[in-house]
């Protein structure tokens, strides 16, 4: 958690593909904005030139793609370079960041579905990115079968090379968050992302309301 009164806040957004975090991180961000505070938005993998071209890598990889390894490897290196030419130097301003994925993502999709185990995304975060934390962690569950309805009418069959992977890779990748989530109730806010981005947003709101009257505390 932020220590330094002057110090703004990190949310982050986490949950499987489709669940709605980049529309609930944008709402996120203007409610804060109209309750006068000063929030940047960013998204992971990318938030910098570096970042954004390491998720290029990813997202559409070369070749045959990378292999478990080397991807934990590249979303470490693209998080280290955000959180050092981004997150910290914003937070460090006052402002707060809203982030759509953090570390949380890798461990459940490299750590848990990919295989690798939390121990070695743990490390690669500590030595990348000092180990970084959000103050808060908000976690969008969907049911599975609306999610699928959702990534066909949001890719048209035309996913990356992560987003394509298969209903089970994915099943897993839930599995894993709710894991994560569950083994630090104080970190994570779970949400059910159900129903209207109207609807979604007012329990985030909820969730996130003993933040907001810390606030200069």
Same mark, same amino acid.
């Given at each position: 958690? @932020? ?5 703004? =806040? ?11 975090? @980049?529309?609930? @991180? %944008? ?5 804060? =904005?109209?309750?006068? +505070? !000063? $929030? ?16 290029? +890598? +990813? ?23 955000? $959180?050092?030419? +981004? ?19 890798? =461990? ?11 121990? %070695?995304? $743990?490390?690669?975060?500590a030595f990348g990115s000092h180990g970084m934390r959000p103050d808060l962690t908000i976690l969008l569950e969907v049911d599975e079968a609306r999610l699928a309805e959702r990534l066909?009418? =949001? ?11 298969? %209903? ?5 990748? %839930? ?23 109207? !609807?979604v947003h007012a329990r985030i709101m909820i969730a996130i309301a003993p933040m907001i ?5």
């Amino acid at each position: 958690m @932020s220590s330094c009164a002057n110090k703004g =806040r990190f949310i982050a957004f986490e949950g499987g593909e489709g669940t709605g975090k @980049s529309t609930q @991180s %944008a709402l996120l961000a203007k409610a804060l =904005r109209d309750r006068g +505070l !000063e $929030v940047d938005t960013t998204r992971e993998p990318g938030g910098t030139a570096g970042g954004e071209a390491i998720r290029e +890598l +990813l997202l559409h990889p070369p070749g045959e793609g990378w292999n478990a390894e080397a991807e934990a490897l590249l979303f470490a290196a693209a998080r280290a370079d955000h $959180v050092a030419r +981004l997150i910290n130097p914003v937070l460090d301003t006052g402002r707060w960041v809203v982030c759509d994925r953090f570390v949380d993502s890798s =461990r459940a999709y490299q750590g848990g579905a990919g295989g690798l185990g939390d121990d %070695a995304i $743990v490390a690669l975060h500590a030595f990348g990115s000092h180990g970084m934390r959000p103050d808060l962690t908000i976690l969008l569950e969907v049911d599975e079968a609306r999610l699928a309805e959702r990534l066909a009418a =949001r890719d048209g069959g035309a996913s990356d090379a992560i987003g394509g992977r298969s %209903a089970a890779y994915h099943r897993k990748v %839930a599995e894993s968050f709710r894991a994560l989530a569950d083994a630090d109730p104080d970190n994570f806010a779970i949400v059910d992302g159900m129903g209207d981005p109207a !609807e979604v947003h007012a329990r985030i709101m909820i969730a996130i309301a003993p933040m907001i009257e810390t606030v200069g505390s």
